[in-house]
């Protein structure tokens, strides 16, 4: 099967969806955008346009192709609008239960050759595709790192049941966008989270039980690790609410006591400190005086 892609889906317009309906952009797709945030669509859209802009300043790409690619552009609420796709990926909550609910949607609208993909960080991409009546043909894990549009990496996942047509497009799709492709077993954290999720984990028991400052547990992998970010500091670029359920997936899928999330980390969500996103997680991003003081005894 070879696929010519003319238009990918996106769904779920956060942090990694915005990014991946950019790189489709820029690399000369039809992209249609749907969240069913109307706000969260909106600054989707804003940003998307913000990061093409700065490329045009940085010399990457000419004010013609960027005007271009912004017009190919179709933010919708309406997953149906996204019936002639060749490919739809999914970048929505990272719950199992929310994107089956989505697979047997998509699986409903789309084309019979479109190709169904997820960006979930853990969760079995077999289970995903038993909500559909193709798994066969079309779901796979097609994992961006963040930010999508600046990380070199696209781990591919094929579940028990993914065709070699399916992977073999879906490659061809990530190397087209100019990743690197690693291929990873059906196994819950796949290769990167399976090994990066317990670290920062750790980092956070080193936290709770005084080991050491944030600052120092951050500097320390740093400088003592050659880490271009400290494992704090990345939890709150991930988004703690995204750490605390990769946490539990690996949980339940591994079936180990270590990937209990640290009870910090999950204290830190439930009082909505979820990162950078939200301004506060590990590290405060704003100036609250308050909060910030706060967070600076942890
Ligand atoms: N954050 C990361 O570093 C990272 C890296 C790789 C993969 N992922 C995975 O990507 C996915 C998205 O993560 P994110 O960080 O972009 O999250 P995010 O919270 O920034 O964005 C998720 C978006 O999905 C929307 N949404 C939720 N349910 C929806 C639904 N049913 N239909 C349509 N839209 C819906 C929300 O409104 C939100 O805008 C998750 O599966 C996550 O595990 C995240």
Redesign the pocket.
Known sequence: MTVEFEAIGV?????????IAQLGLVHGLRVYL????AQ??A??SKSISMSIQRLVSKGNISEADASAALQRLHCTSKLEEMKDCDLIV??????EE??K??FIELDRISKASAILA??????SITRLASATNRPAQVVIGM????PPPIMKLVEIIQGAQTSDETFLATKALAQRFGKTVICSQDYSGFIV?RILMPMINEAFYALYTGVATKEDIDTGMKLGTNHPMGPLELAD???L??CV??MRVLQAGLGDAKYIPCPLLVQYVDAGRLGR?QGLGVYSYHKLPELAKSTSRL
């Open positions: 769904v779920g317009g956060g942090q990694m969806g915005s990014g749907l969240d069913s945030d969260a669509l600054r989707a999914e970048a929505i909550v990272e719950s929310i994107k609910k989505l997820s960006n979930t960080s853990s969760i994992h961006f790192m963040n989270n670029f991930i988004g609410d995204v359920s990769i996103k």
